[in-house]
C-alpha cells in the first residue's frame, strides 16, 4: 500500500544535524516555509508531522515555533495549538517606512565613496536579476533582490542599519511573496535600475528618489493586494486608501 505524501513534504530536513543547532536549523526551515508563503497565512502547524518529516523530536519543533512567535511568524495558543500569524498590513508599513528612511540616508552617506568592484557587482546583480526574471524563477529572484541591496551595505560597512532592518527582514519578505508576478519581478528590476543609475551618476538625490520610488510602489501593490484578499491579514479589513496608510513620496 502506498504511504500517503506528507503535507510537509516541502520541508527538507536538514542533513548534518549537532546538538547544538537542531533548534535553529529547524526555526530556519520553517521561517523559510513560511516566509516564502509554502505554509500560508492561518495555517495550523502540526507538530507531530513537523517531527516526523525533519526527523527530530518535539523539542526543538516547540522551541522553533516560539522563536518565530517573537518574529510575529507564529500564533501560538493554549490548547489550540500553532497557526502560521496573518500578516499585519501595519506592521508591514511601519517596517518599510523604517527601510525608506534608512535606505535613503544610508544611499545619500555612500554616494561618492565606493569602489569600482561595487559597481561591478551590482552590475552583475542586475544580469542575474534579469536571468531569473526571464526564467520565471521567483525563488532565485527574491535571493538576487535581497543581495542587491546587501551589496551596498556590505560596502558601506553600516552594520548597525543592515542589522535593523534584517530584523523586520522575515515579516516583510512574506508580504511581498503575495504580489510575486513576472509583471512585479520587471517592475523590481526597472527600480534597481533606477537606483544603480544614480549611483554611477554620483547623483544622490536621483539615487534617493529612486529608492523611495521603489518602496513606494511596493506598497501600493500590497495594499491593493490586501483590500482585495483581507482574509490574509489580521487587519485586512480595516484598510484604508493608499492616501492615508503610507507616506508616500
Known amino acids: 500500500m502506498k504511504t500517503p505524501a506528507s ?50 523530536s518535539r523539542f526543538p519543533v516547540s522551541e522553533a515555533l516560539a522563536r518565530l512567535q517573537t518574529e510575529g511568524l507564529v500564533d501560538i495558543a493554549p490548547q489550540r495549538g500553532s497557526t502560521v500569524s496573518l500578516v499585519r498590513i501595519a506592521d508591514v508599513r511601519e517596517y518599510m ?11 545619500r552617506v555612500f554616494i561618492g565613496r565606493h569602489d569600482p568592484g561595487l559597481i561591478e557587482a551590482l552590475h552583475a546583480n542586475m544580469a542575474a536579476q534579469r536571468l531569473a526574471a526571464d526564467s520565471d524563477d521567483a525563488e532565485a529572484f527574491h535571493t538576487i533582490d535581497i543581495e542587491f541591496h546587501d551589496i551596498i551595505y556590505r560596502a558601506m560597512e553600516f552594520t548597525k542599519i543592515k542589522n535593523i532592518i534584517d530584523s523586520a527582514r522575515a515579516n516583510l519578505d512574506r508580504a511581498r511573496w503575495l504580489i510575486v508576478t513576472p509583471r512585479r519581478l520587471n517592475i523590481t528590476i526597472a527600480e534597481h535600475q533606477a ?18 520610488a521603489h518602496i513606494d510602489a511596493v506598497m501600493v501593490e500590497l495594499f491593493a493586494f490586501a483590500r482585495e484578499h483581507p482574509a490574509l491579514f489580521a487587519d485586512g479589513p480595516s484598510l484604508g486608501s493608499d492616501s492615508d496608510s503610507f507616506p508616500f513620496g
Not at 15 to 33: D, I, M, P, W
Not at 97 to 107: N, P, Q
Not at 198 to 206: F, P, R, T
Open 7 to 56: 503535507p510537509y513534504s516541502f520541508l527538507t530536513a536538514p542533513t548534518a544535524l549537532t546538538r547544538g543547532n537542531v533548534t535553529t536549523e529547524v526555526t530556519t526551515a520553517l521561517r523559510q516555509a513560511i516566509v516564502s508563503l509554502a505554509l500560508p497565512p492561518g495555517s495550523p502547524i502540526d507538530k507531530t508531522l513537523v517531527c516526523e518529516q525533519l526527523g527530530v
Open 97 to 107: 517606512l523604517i527601510r525608506k528612511g534608512l535606505e535613503s540616508e544610508a544611499l
Open 195 to 212: 537606483i544603480l543609475d544614480g549611483i554611477l551618476a554620483s547623483d544622490k538625490e536621483q539615487a534617493i528618489a529612486a529608492i523611495r
